[in-house]
């Protein structure tokens, strides 16, 4: 035998002796499973790279175990730590355990953590552009926004101005359609709004700010307190699944429709030094967990809020929408607002110029589809 079939046929062997321990193997599996004495944990996994961790320090602006938003990200921790094999890990921080809810920003600029997850429209003092991709009034839909994120150019246009702070976002979920908030008193038209203290971020609260409303900036935990003793008089959160569980009912009963916040991502940010520095596998097990937690936890706000609803129905609470003239001023109100900063900041005039040729395009196929379904059923 010469030294070519000789390779030749030890390879062939070799091959079918792997494939036939392979299927040994997997016999062993099924039989192994028709023993329900058998515990789970008698099953070995694989770890490839279970002697290489990697600890990965992420803060959040949520308290800790905070729903939907706080819990999505734990299982996102979870989903990163078993498909990597426990090579990484996500070590969660809650609000101010490691920094103050919104001082996550500058913290991962710098290095202190290596990642957060929090709401782009918080950082609007750094550049007016950013609150854009957090969503805005009258502006795209959950759907809508992801679409032009993922599809659209907006993760390149986020990524490209979040790496002037050493940044890399990712979208780490969305609250899907926001109510109009929470007010002691009704609005019963827009004069109601002139000097009206309100928990609003964002361009909704530059636009908010606009109708003569003092828009006012707060973390979750100081919210109820504020609107209980008066330091403001409305407020908005997300909807029916979250602020139900935040008590505003008890002391503001009129609860409003919304249009300015149609669509809210949130985002889950590295450290773009640490995330370069990271393995390769593991930045694919990052990018592919965040899709994961991004649809999660927009189908379940989705899901909770359906259920909350009929909670509020039972509950000293009064289901409202805006005035129209309410509503025609917060029109004007953007349109003056997206000029003045447009002209004020060409990153701004960038983001808001891809959005618009996005949303145009979707409000043609979403009235020519969706529109009319819905008003069908």
Known sequence: MNRRDFIATTTTASLALALNGCNESN??????????QKKDNETKRVNINKNKKTVIKLATSWPAHFPIMGTNVEKFAQRVKDVSGGSLEIKLYPKNTLVP?????DACSSGQIDAFHSGPYYWKGK???F????????GLTAEEINSWMLFGGGMELWREQYA????????????????????????ESLADMQG?????????????????????????????????????DATEWVGPALDIKMGFYKVAPYYYSGWHEPGSILELTFNKHSFQKLAYEHQ???????????SNMTYEFHHENIKALQELKKLNVTLLQFPKDVTAEGKRALSEVIKEQSSEND??????????KHLSLSKEWSDTSLRYFLNER
Do not use: C
């Not at 609150?131 to 009258?138: K, V």
């Not at 050493?166 to 929470?182: A, D, E, K, S, Y």
């Open 27 to 36: 016999r062993q599996a099924i039989d192994y499973s028709k023993h329900p």
């Open 101 to 105: 809810a919104l001082a996550v920003f």
């Open 127 to 129: 550049n007016s552009a």
């Open 131 to 138: 609150s854009l991709y957090s969503g805005f009034p009258f």
């Open 164 to 187: 002037k702070y050493n940044l890399h976002p990712f979208v780490g979920g969305n609250t899907n359609i926001q109510m109009g908030g929470w007010f002691r008193k009704p609005i």
């Open 196 to 232: 009206l203290k309100m928990r609003i971020p964002g361009l909704g609260g530059e636009v908010f700010a606009k109708m003569g409303v003092n828009p006012i900036l707060l973390p979750a935990g100081e919210i109820y307190t504020s609107l209980e003793r008066g330091v403001i």
């Open 284 to 294: 694919s097990i990052i990018e592919v967990a965040s899709s994961e937690l991004n």
């Open 347 to 356: 990153d701004f005039k960038r983001v808001y110029a891809s959005i618009e």
